[in-house]
């Protein structure tokens, strides 16, 4: 049995940069190669798409509509990660120090904007 499906089938916790390893192992065992960078953008925004759909039935003022499949929250959710993932890989992003560096900007930038902001507060 492959890694990656191992991994799939398993509840084990990943690390980010394990993660883009497993995709990248999955891409290159399954997919075959990645889908061009712009490719993999117009994918990640159809999968937005759907993962809004499902919010906005399920959280939002919209109703399902009966051609509407039962489509997965979760799944739905992994589909994005997965396509950001693909795209952090092609592109050289090494999520883990990305994700670090953007905590740390918006922790200087917002350090009492929210704390600050009447909105956020009944």
Not at 18 to 43: C, H, K, M, P
Request: hydrophobic share 35%; aromatic share 4%.
């Amino acid at each position: 049995m492959p890694e990656t499906t191992q991994l799939a089938q398993s509840s084990q916790e990943l690390t980010l940069r394990e993660l883009q390893g497993t995709v990248d192992n999955w891409i290159q065992s399954v997919g075959v190669r990645y889908f061009s960078e712009l490719t993999n953008l117009a994918i990640l925004v159809e999968e937005v798409g759907e993962l809004a759909r499902i919010l906005a039935r399920t959280f939002g003022d919209q109703s399902s509509k009966k051609t509407d499949t039962t489509d997965s929250l979760p799944d739905e959710i992994a589909d994005v990660l997965f396509v950001l993932v693909c795209l952090a890989n092609q592109t050289g992003v090494d999520l883990t120090q990305a994700i670090h560096e953007n905590l740390a900007k918006k922790t200087i930038r917002d350090a009492d904007r929210h704390r600050n902001n009447p909105k956020l507060h009944p």
